[in-house]
């Protein structure tokens, strides 16, 4: 399962009720969703340092958390691989089969 772009309304409506990024003084420019919605990611530009970033969130039972950060990155498509390659790893590990305990 991969992560893929998303609409800004789709990703305001799936970080409800809390909307941790409300907190954060960035602006958002592209918003990124894995296929159930519960790992969620943005990319951001912060004017106070000049710099790219991203924001990654996981999302479930009523709460959304940051869960990594990204700061001080070159460009926005720097923002946006880092973002991309760093949701991938957490959705392939959290889809992946459990391992059944050895007895």
């Known amino acids: 399962m991969s ?19 409300e907190k954060l003084r ?9 296929e159930d919605g519960t790992l969620l990611g943005t990319v951001v530009f912060d004017p106070a340092d000049q710099s790219w970033g991203s924001v990654i969130l996981r999302a479930g039972l009523g709460e959304c958390r940051v869960v990594q950060i990204a700061e001080r990155l070159a460009t926005q498509q720097d923002a946006r691989l880092q973002l991309r390659v760093a ?10 089969a459990p391992r059944s305990a050895a007895i």
């Open 3 to 21: 992560c893929e772009p998303i609409t800004k309304r789709k990703f305001d409506a799936l970080q409800a009720p809390t909307k941790p990024m």
């Open 26 to 34: 960035v602006t958002q420019y592209q918003w990124f969703a894995n």
């Open 87 to 96: 949701m991938d790893g957490m959705d392939a590990r959290s889809n992946a």
